[in-house]
């Protein structure tokens, strides 16, 4: 299932979704990917955590990135967890609906065994109803 992090703009999701990843990294037997909109956190990651920033790849809308997402997960077996910073904005959502997506984004991680965490800067009122019992 995915599990979500929310909030309003500064609020600090960024560095909850990074004090996850390192917690993940203590027990993880597989891979992680990180997924953001620049390469600024490089730096704060561990090696072993594979960056991406998505706005380097040609993704116009939300099914781009939905596929873009199952890319990943074809390619890599071993594939445990997956961290979506700023998910509005890599995933062509900002203004938009998001249960369809986020939908979709559990049917992969269950598909796939793939945990998903992802920020949303949207307040726990504003999430789908769906939605907020994933929030972490």
Known sequence: MVQLVVGVKGEGKTKKMLDYVHDAMKTATGNIVYLDKSSR????LDNKVRLINVTEYPIRNTDQFLGFICGICSQDYDLE????DGFLKIAKLEGQDISEALTELNQISDQFKVRIVVSVSLTREELPEFAKAQVI
């Open 41 to 44: 956190n490089i730096h704060e």
């Open 81 to 84: 967890a997956m961290y979506l």
